[in-house]
Structures are given as C-alpha cells and as structure tokens.
C-alpha cells in the first residue's frame, strides 16, 4: 500500500521535502507507525513534543484525507492504500486551554 | 478620553465635544462607539449617500497605547452603501494611533461638501483643506501629495510622522465595495466606506500629532503588558507561522480541509492552491526588507506582507497579499499565477476597492458569464474565463472607473447577478460578499456568516479557529450542536475588540481577562470580565436594532445563498455535506434572547437600551 505524506510552512523548511508517498508492505498502518517510519519527522516531532508523539495531535493539525486525525482514531487512525496524511505546524493551531470553551 | 471633532462638510463648521464617561463605559470607543453615536444620529432609512449618513472615523482607548500588543487600529463606522446596514470596517497599519496623537478619539462627517475636501486633522484641531487638485487620483499619490504639502507646514524631518487615510478613484465613482485606505496598503475595506467618504467629497484625512495617550495606572499596565507579551511569544502562531508567513499561511490548510470556496464556492477545493499561499509567497514575492515597514504600530506579531513582482505583464510592488486576497483574486476566480494576484491586490490598493469584494465580484461575473448570462456585447471583448489572470487585473480599472462592465462589478455580487438574472449566483449575506471559507465544511462558521450584523464577513466571529484550527480546543466542524452558544460568546468578544480597539490576532494568544485588565489600566476603570461580555452583548443588539429598523432585519436575513444550504458540497473532505442552518438558529437565538432574529424588548432592557426598544416599538419591529 502507498500513502502520501505532505508537510506545510515550517515543516517544508526543516525537513527540506513537501510531500513523499510511504510505501508500506501492509494492507492497513495506524498513523502513529507511520510518523514513526519516518525517522526526519518523528525526530522532529518528537523533539517538539518532548520526545512523545502523544502531544502530536494537541500542537500539530493533522489531516487525514482533510479530515483532522481526532475524528479518525488519533493516533491510531488507520490508514489504508491511497490515503493522504497532511501536517501542519504549529503555525496555526495548538492547545491552548486557558482559553475559554 | 471620548474626544470627537465633529466636521460639518457643508457649512464648513466645527464642534469640539468631550463624551461622558457614563457612555464610553457602556460603548467603549471604536466599533462600538460608532454604532452607539449611529443609532443616535443617523436616521436608519437615511440614504447612504446622502447627507443624513454619517462617517465616523474612531479609534478605541487601546489605540496607540504602547506596550499593549497590536493596538495600532482605527475603524470606520457608517451605514453601509451595500447593504443598509450599520457597518463598521476596521484598520491596522499606523494611522489610527496617530489619530489619537493628533489629539482625538473620533472625528465625525457631517452632511455634504460642495467641491473636494480633506482634513488635516492634527495637536488637537482639525482644518479643512481644498482637494480639488487631488479628485481622480490614486491612494499613493494622495498620500504623498498630501504629506508633501503638510510636511510643508510642520517641518521635512516630520514627513514620516503624518499618516493618511483617503479614498481612490473607487470611492469617488461611488463604488460600493470602495474601501478607506490608509498608510497607502491598509484597508478599512468592507462595506463601501469610500463611497460613503466620495458621496461627502471628502479625499482624506491626515493625522500627526505628539500627544501620548495617558495610561491611569501604571504598576497595573506594566503588569498585564509582560503578562500578555510573554503569551504571545509563547504561542505557536503568533510568534511564528504569522511573522513568517503571514496570513495566507493559512491557504493549504483551509484547502486541505476542502473549504477553499473555488470559482464562486461551486466547489472548497483549488487544485493549485499551493502557488498561491503563505509559503509561496515568501518564496516568490515578497520583499523583506520593505517588509519591517509594513508592520502596524506596536504590533508583536507582525503579519504583514510586502510584495513586489518585477516580470512583466504583472510588474508592480506594495502591502500584502493577505489571506483573503489570494483567495478572492486566486481560488474565487481560478487564477493560480501569484504573479497576476499580487498585481491585482496592489490595484485594489491604488484604486481604493475591498479587495474581498473586488475578486469575489469577478468570481460571479465569472460564473455568469460561464452559465452564458452575460450577453457578449456587455464584456467588450474581454475574454472573461476562469483562471485568466489578465483579465483579472483590467477588471479592477474598469471597476474602479465603472467603465463598461465594470460599472455593474462596482455595484457589488448582488446587484450584478441580479441585474442579469441569476441572483441565486450572488455568495453573499445581506449583501455583502462573503469571504474565503466554504461553510458546508465549518457548520459555525455557516452560522456566523448568516448572523453576521454587517453582511458576509468572518471577522464578526471566528468559528473556523475552533472547528479547523483547534484554537482554543478542537471541535467537530460537521456537528451542529452548541454552536449557537459558541457564536454567541465569539460575536460579544469580537465586538469589544473592536471597540478597543486591538487585533483580533491577540485572540490566538490572550482573550477577556487580558484585554479587561489593560483596559482598566489605561482608563482607571474597575469593569470585570462579565461588564466586558455585557458591553458586546450591547453592541450586537444595537447593530441588529439599527438593522432592523433601516431595512426590515431580522430571520428572513440570518441566512445564507441557496448553493450553500442545498447544494452539497462536490468534492473533497466536506463531500456531500451543506450548511444545516436551521439545526442551529433556534439555540443561537436562544441563547441571545432573540425571537425571529431580532431582540425582544425584555433583553433591549437588560442591556440599558430600553430607548431602542422604544424606537422599535414606535414602528412596530419589536418581535413577541
């Protein structure tokens, strides 16, 4: 199975790469072994979020196939052949509980 | 503090007037003040371009006060030539604090002058100069004719300390979508304030002026001034993906989401998106170091761009593009080259149109023409198609100028899809062009557009933070429930925002309690976060009150374009989905004390309004 991973604004500039597809030999992967085979980006996230992929979903928006990964599982989202996972920084998003709601 | 000038165009009188405290504390200053001032002074059925509509120029007990982030703001408040409605339209760059230096909280535009005017408004009085030598000319060439002469008056080493807010060819055409512009690329743009400032023949205002505003408690100021700057550096989005990309950042993610309103919102996504956003602009486009310069005064953040595209056919240079620019002159009108987007918007600048507007209107002439509308004749060989980018920017000239088609662009989406027949074809909310979020995909955001007092407008209340950003917590953009409460909250907040007036970017960062302390700070005040809730609560009302009795507002106008609640949506993640309205009207008017999208007399007296409710009694528009 294939999935296309892209990454926006800084993410683009860290990683030096847009987008890659991920070739999986699986017929199902959950979106944290695929951030995890991603040895750049987990580091960089990892880094990020305290070297936990947890706070991955509180600090980053993640789409998949444009939906964000809450509504699909979180972290163990499945993704299947032809899925798109899209990251997006905290350049516009991220947990800030001290506001209301 | 609550100082206005009063500026009677005809009679060429003027009136120095000094608000009571009793009444800023209800209103604040800013959006606020202004639609307070409005419902007193303008009768609501008052012809926008006649002499009975006023033009108030505001600034907020914020404005230019140092140390509080992003507070280099002014607003506009008129009733608007587009849609009737009372109407606000607010501005960054650097304009408005000097207003304040200059001495003053708010000048008012009376009546009607006879021939070309502009103030020269400055250490705390205000003159009226002959503009005739400036009628037909662009936004820069005002400024700097007009700087050029004060500077003349005050000294050269000043030049840099005078600002200017005046209108472009657009305004004086009496186009309503025309725009303020000042510091020649910022926009107080919706709505069709430069029509209302060209109907009065004023060309612009210029402030200068060393008068600091006073701050009454200063322990308490630095206190909430370090307590809210080390916020603001601590968020994410301010303090990186706003600097660095500035707002168009946001082009791939709202894309990605499939709410990128594409050739007239016929679908949320653009295929070529990615030329045109945040990353691609700095990539291709902008000019950082005329960039530093773009930035508003005392603003932190810092999201402003400048652009410069050195290739002809496009060659040009200036403010932005912003967010909503590249959309409505990309996405809405299929055009992908950033090159013939960037020229465009520095047109929309010059010309002094809403650059919202102005893209979203080619978008529907656009679609009328495909859907075989426009009869040839009536596009004077034009080659009107999606994504031709030279014919983009020649429509802004003839917009600007109301030659040929241009003149029905000038008239806004409405009036044109109208004028041929296809008024199903107009994305808009009483009237005024909506922006760039698709809301089949964002179903509070479809609420906030229907309920928006001033028209099709995002800025009223953010829902897409929440429901895509995740700001302040993630929430399901496709459900419905407790939205309407949501809203409600957002709308008051954003209306004292207005009022004070600071950027709505704080908000990523900081919220009520901040901005409460800085304002009692500044004012001596003791309001608490429930007295700031209640003052935009009264904001709303009001503007729904005026409303109401200029055109009628009420149920029938918290709605949307049919496309949206019935078509759904064609492709991408929001597939098949529409704006279910209904679902979420009756817990927003709940929740607001309305009865059929007006106020009731019992909330119009909660809030010290019963003079409103009377107002509406007397004609028979108080529901229940």
Known sequence: MRVLVEVFATLQERLGWTAKYVEINAHEITLEKLVKGLQDLYDLISVDAGRDLSDLLGSYIVFVNGVHAQFKGGLNALLRDGDKVSIFPPVAGGGLEYLPY | ?624
């Open chain 2, 1 to 624: 503090m609550g100082k206005i000038v009063r500026v009677n165009l005809r009679t060429s009188k003027i009136i120095y007037e000094t608000l009571p405290e009793s009444i800023l504390k209800k209103w604040i200053g800013g959006r606020g003040l202004g639609v307070y001032l409005a419902l007193k002074e303008i009768p609501p059925k008052a012809d926008p371009f006649g002499p009975l509509n006023k033009a108030y120029v505001m600034t907020g007990p914020l404005t230019g006060v140092a140390g509080v982030p992003a507070s280099g703001r002014w607003c506009s408040v008129t009733k608007s030539p587009l849609n009737n409605a009372i109407h606000d339209a607010q501005s960054g760059g650097k304009f408005g604090p000097y207003m304040k230096f200059a001495g003053f909280d708010g000048v008012v535009l009376e009546e009607v002058s006879e021939h070309p005017v502009y103030l020269w408004v400055h250490d705390g009085k205000v003159e009226i100069r002959d503009a005739c030598h400036l009628w037909g000319a662009d936004t820069h060439t005002t400024t700097d004719v007009v700087v050029e002469e004060l500077s003349a008056e005050v000294g050269r080493s000043e030049a840099k300390e005078i600002k200017v807010a005046c209108i472009g060819p657009a305004g004086e055409n009496l186009s309503r979508i025309a725009c303020l512009i000042n510091d020649k690329a910022r926009a107080a743009g919706r709505g069709g304030h430069g029509a209302v400032w060209g109907s009065k023949k004023v060309k612009a205002i210029a402030v200068y002026g060393k008068e600091r505003p006073p701050i009454a408690n200063q322990d308490k100021f630095r206190e909430v001034a370090a307590e809210a700057m080390k916020k603001i550096k601590e968020s994410p989005i301010t303090s990186e993906a706003l600097p660095k990309y500035g707002t168009a950042v946001l082009v791939n993610i709202i894309n990605n989401a499939g709410i990128y309103p594409t050739k007239n919102f016929q679908t949320g996504v653009f295929p070529e998106a990615h030329l045109t956003g945040g990353e691609a602009i700095v990539e291709k486009v902008i000019d950082w170091e005329k960039q530093r310069e773009e930035i508003c005064w005392g603003c932190p953040i810092g999201c402003a761009r400048y652009s410069k595209v050195v290739k002809p056919p496009f060659t040009g240079e200036g403010g932005g593009p912003e967010y909503e620019t590249v959309w409505s002159l990309g996405a809405q009108t299929y055009v992908s080259d950033l090159a013939a987007i960037s020229k465009a918007h520095f047109l929309t600048n010059e010309l002094g149109l809403d650059a919202i507007s102005a893209g979203h209107v080619i978008g529907t002439l656009m679609e009328l023409v495909e859907k075989g509308k426009v009869p040839k004749e009536a596009l004077r060989g034009l080659n009107v198609t999606w994504g031709n980018g030279e014919v983009l920017v020649e429509l802004m000239w003839r917009m600007a100028y109301r030659s040929g088609i241009g003149c029905d662009l000038a008239e806004g989406a409405k009036r044109l899809a109208e004028k041929y027949g296809a008024p199903e074809l107009a994305m808009v909310v009483r009237g005024q062009e909506l922006p760039a979020y698709d809301p089949r995909g964002a179903q509070g955001h479809g609420l906030a557009y229907a309920t928006s007092n001033r028209g099709g407008c995002h800025l009223r209340a953010y829902m897409i933070s929440p429901e895509i950003l995740g700001v302040p917590k993630l929430v399901d953009r496709f459900e419905t429930k407790g939205k309407g409460a949501m809203l409600k909250n957002f709308q008051d907040v954003f209306a004292v925002l207005d009022s004070l007036i600071v950027c709505k970017f704080d908000t990523f960062a900081i919220w009520t309690e901040e901005f409460v302390k800085f304002l009692n700070a500044v004012t001596g005040w003791d309001m608490t976060t429930t007295d700031f809730e209640l003052v935009g609560e009264r904001i709303y009302n009001a503007e729904r009150a005026f409303n109401a009795l200029s055109f009628g507002d009420g149920k029938e106008y918290d709605t949307l374009p049919k496309r949206l609640l019935e078509e759904p949506m064609p492709e991408g993640p929001a597939k098949g989905h529409v704006v279910r309205l209904e679902e979420m009207l009756k817990e927003y008017y709940d929740v607001r004390g309305w009865i059929n999208g007006r106020p009731t007399r019992s909330k119009l007296e909660e809030l010290g309004l019963k003079w409103v409710a009377d107002l509406m009694e007397d004609e028979g528009l108080l529901p229940g």
